[in-house]
């Protein structure tokens, strides 16, 4: 498990895009503010769409560059060669905004919601878009803003996507979308979501996840709130590896808080608070698998509806595929579970070689593990 290694490099990219840098930018930064769709300080029109800002302002103000070349010349990805714009007011997304590499994006109390007319998840052969889209960028950033790709029914795309690209944050972003996931990241690696808040309302649920990983290396979740979502609110999905999620907080939702599945490995699930959901966390392989190598510790799972942490997956009569294989779950809390239920499922399904240690059970006297394993070859639980 490279869980020390992937904090160090989580620290390498804090500092790399750093947020203080967006505030104290030199005067030579190719920098723009666009405020209800007048760009400052001209007082141009450039427009209140996206489809406009991104003809009239990003393809046009920022020169198109060369990612590999600009790399290949700098030691520090900082305020020298990331471009800016700022944007203020409120804007419709008729066409996703693209952006591209080594380029901020700081919604400065900006809010963009979905036109009545953009409705295909498949824009220019482009799939898994969102209002938002980062396609094949490097270092790039969303930073604050609301971003809702709720208000029209007919709305098929994620608030925002990162999709197929490497070393960008989403960062205190307000996101919702009732298709696929509110924030997305497909394929990639080394991605961040961070201070991000994800999910619906009380009464009115996003119907798909908030935080969806997929095919993707290396991608850290932290602070994050990630709430009020009618599917798995947190979710490690197939293909995801070496990835984390930490400090997060997921809270009513209508599956599992935090889900890792299918051939999600080698992905660390750390000190994160998942409460009043239907299951807190749960680890399975129903299509693909096995799902493997995974650590969950250190996580409090408070007045779930069912279990605290389940464990297992569908079989299929195949094995070492469809399983729960050599995932290890130690110093997790559970409290306040149901007291028809268990508070860990270490066999929720099939299982291979799980470890379960220092596990504990707060509050009300609910048994601790059920169903028990008949023997240790598949499911060992260590309580000394």
Known sequence: MNYYLNVLIIISINCLINISSYIHAGNNILSFTVI???????????GTYTSQLQANVINTLYPAIEPAT?????????????????????????????????????????????AQNISDNKYNGMTHSGLITLNNSEYSAVIGGTINATVHATTKMQAISVLNSNRNTIR?????SNFQTAIGIHGGIQNEIAYCDAGGNEGNRIASRAIWALATSKCYVHHCHVHHSH??????????????????????????????????????????????????IGVYSNVVGPVKNNVFFGNLVDGNFNSAITAG???????????????????????????????????????????WFNNEVNGNNVAEFFPIPSDISNVAIFQP
């Open 313 to 355: 997956g569908l079989g299929h009569g195949q094995p070492n595929k469809h399983q729960s294989d050599s995932n290890t779950f130690f110093s997790n809390i559970a409290s306040n579970v149901p007291i028809e239920k268990a508070a860990f499922n270490p066999m929720h399904g099939a299982n291979n070689k799980d470890y």
């Open 70 to 114: 600009v790399l290949s010349q700098i030691s520090l990805v900082n305020n020298s060669v990331l471009r800016y714009l700022h944007l203020e007011g409120n804007y419709y997304a008729d066409s996703p905004l693209t952006i591209p590499s080594l380029f901020v994006l700081q919604l400065n109390g900006s809010y963009i919601v979905d």
């Open 172 to 176: 205190g972003t307000r996101a919702l």
């Open 36 to 46: 209800d769709g007048y760009l400052q300080p001209s007082g141009k029109f450039v």
């Open 231 to 280: 599917m798995h609110a947190l979710d490690f999905d197939a293909y995801t590896s070496s990835s984390i999620a930490w400090n997060n907080l997921c809270e009513d939702n209508d599956a599992e808080g935090i889900f890792v599945e299918e051939t999600a490995k080698d992905n660390v699930i750390v000190s994160n608070t998942c409460r009043r959901n239907k299951n807190g």
